[in-house]
């Protein structure tokens, strides 16, 4: 179960203004207006405090790590395996054998899904996605079914943007191989039930893969209460920088799957004939990592420990409610997306109006919003649509910027129509 941290704070209210002040980009106006930042589902903006420590370690620290005996690659290899420590601890995983550094969510998907096309998938097999899943995790799914001759098969999805989960025991069969399914939704906002999946899922001894790229930012996570058998995020999402991620993924899991890439870092002894390779996490880490990333990603951890989650949580529901109940009188606009449990956004059509016109509106009133079907293709077709205008919240956006987004929708779409 996802569940909060403990409040630092008797406050009811998140310091915002101290927040936002942490954030450089936030203070930049946009064709002449305060920058209000609502595409935060797909890249959020980053700290100063991310910032400062990936610039202090090319300053000042820059080495390669687990491979030299001199001062500077040893306080790299230790700033590099502390931020694997913090990962674990942040996520209540058991072991730091458990957490694997990756590009992002999409490279950690990848991974799993082309081990297990080489070491599980067999003709005939099944893998379980839903209808809502970003392609990241799809397409890896179709190329390892493609190759081992399995097939893929999707939870419906209804019309409010929750799944329909009355055929869950037929889904899952003597076939079904893995269940890979989205947290949080990044286009409707749904919180999925994650726990209700996994426990049926386990029943059969099917293991489960969660993509977490939308749940971390919003959310505390823990891998082992939710037990997940494989949990995959990225540092961008979650206020850290672009270009790193994690797999988390159970011991006996990451035992029995076969290396994803070859290289150097994660081998034991290399024979002409034969390679014997290294023990976890580092048979999953081929090459020079991301260091400065990885080491931004600790800097982002620690931010987001720090906050007041239970205040946190409190306002990104107070901002997500606001900005429905606002956008909700607009004549002609449809929400996309009214799960009973969802998170920070809001995606919405307009009739007769296209999201792109919308978004290059809001784009001349200083909001920036995200346009298109948000690499959720199949999700688009179900719905019958195109495209979305989707607003996303984060930690650092306000009341008057919902309000500020309902003015200038109106202004767009009375200017459009």
Known sequence: MSTPATSRTS???PPVAAIRADFPLLQRTMHGQPLAFLDNAASSQKPRQVIDAISQYYQSEHANVHRG??????????????TREATRRYIGAASTKEIIFTKGTTESINLVASCFERAILKPGDEVLISMMEHHSNIVPWQIACEQAGAHIRAIPVDSAGELVLDDLDTLLNERT??????????????????????????????????????????MRVDV???????????????????????????????????????GGEMIREVRIDKTEYNELPFKFEAGTPNIAGVIGLHAAISYLEALPWEVVEQHEAQILGHATELLNQVSGLRIVGTAGQKTSVISFTVDDVHPHDIGTLLDQQGIAVRTGHHCTEPLMRHFGIHGTVRASFGIYNTIEETERLYTAVNKAVNMLR
């Open 224 to 262: 082992q209460a939710l037990d997940v058998d494989f949990y995959a995020f990225s540092a961008h999402k979650m206020y850290g920088p672009t270009g790193v991620g994690v797999l988390y993924g159970k011991e006996d899991w990451l035992d029995r799957l076969p290396p994803y890439q070859g």
């Open 69 to 82: 005996v001199y001062e500077i690659s040893a306080a790299a290899t230790e700033a590099f395996e502390a």
């Open 177 to 218: 191989r893995i269940v890979a399914l989205v947290h949080v939704s990044n286009t409707l906002g749904t919180i999925n039930p994650v726990e209700r999946i996994i426990a049926a899922a386990h029943a059969r001894n099917i293991p489960v893969l969660l993509d977490g790229a939308q749940a971390m930012p919003h």
């Open 11 to 13: 406050s009811t209210a």
